[in-house]
């Protein structure tokens, strides 16, 4: 069945340096995958997401490119910040849209000054 | 964005208790919801999906009658969690999409629930 593979938190890191988080998808067909990240306190919002092979989402400095050879979608950011501090999540959907998403176990990320 | 209002944020109960957990969509019709839950160090995983005005479909594995799932209006649904017992205990997260809209969908804050 589809199922979605996360790297293991607790990340810390600090201010400035370069963040990956791994996630790696089974899937059949072509799903859409996502990253969500949930700050303290709030709910999950979607961070960037990708639908097809090679696309890269992109957003607040964060990237992942949707590989269908290595099955990955690694989220990525240059220089985190102190207010990057969250717990990230990698989902995947076997249909546009966001029904039926299979999460990953969320990495928590924090950022110290 | 679209809001979702999770309501409680976190509850502790008693073993043999029932609880309820509402998600709201403030800002927009939602006719499906979708409720998960995490235990600690796994992956947020469907229990159900409810669509206003009709009976939610429940993942295999979730009991239905422990599990009670109400979606009477575009804009709330509830959770009852009925006759709670310790490995319930588990943290819940509703999500919602809009009506007629086939968009990603909107989460609440969760909640985190400990049946002592």
């Known amino acids: 069945g589809d199922s979605v593979t996360q790297m293991e938190g607790p990340v810390t890191l600090s201010e400035e340096a370069f963040l990956t988080i791994n996630c790696t998808y089974t899937a059949t067909g072509y799903p859409s995958l996502f990253w969500y990240v949930q700050y303290p306190g709030e709910g999950l919002q979607l961070l960037l997401k990708?639908?097809?092979?090679?696309d890269k989402g992109s957003n607040k400095g964060f990237e992942a490119t949707y590989r269908k050879e290595t099955t990955s979608f690694h989220l990525e950011k240059g220089s985190v910040q102190v207010s990057d501090s969250a717990v990230y999540f990698c989902a995947l959907s076997a249909q546009t849209g966001a029904n039926n998403l299979f999460f990953g176990t969320g990495t928590r990320l924090t950022v110290i000054p | 964005g679209a809001v979702v209002s999770q309501h409680p944020s976190r509850v502790i109960c008693k073993s043999g208790t029932s609880v309820k957990i509402e998600c709201r969509s403030l800002d927009f019709q939602a006719t499906t919801m979708f409720w998960y839950r995490q235990f600690p160090k796994q992956s947020l995983m469907l229990m159900a999906t409810?669509?206003?005005?009709?009976?939610?479909?429940?993942e295999q594995g979730v009991e239905k009658d422990k599990f009670l799932i109400n979606h009477a209006s575009l804009t709330l649904s509830t959770l009852t969690v009925t006759s709670a017992h310790p490995e319930d205990s588990s943290f819940y997260i509703c999500s919602a999409r809009q009506y007629k809209m086939n968009t990603e969908a909107f989460f609440g804050q969760g909640t985190r629930l400990t049946v002592v």
């Open positions: 990708a639908t097809k092979a090679d």
């Open positions: 409810s669509n206003e005005g009709s009976k939610a479909t429940y």
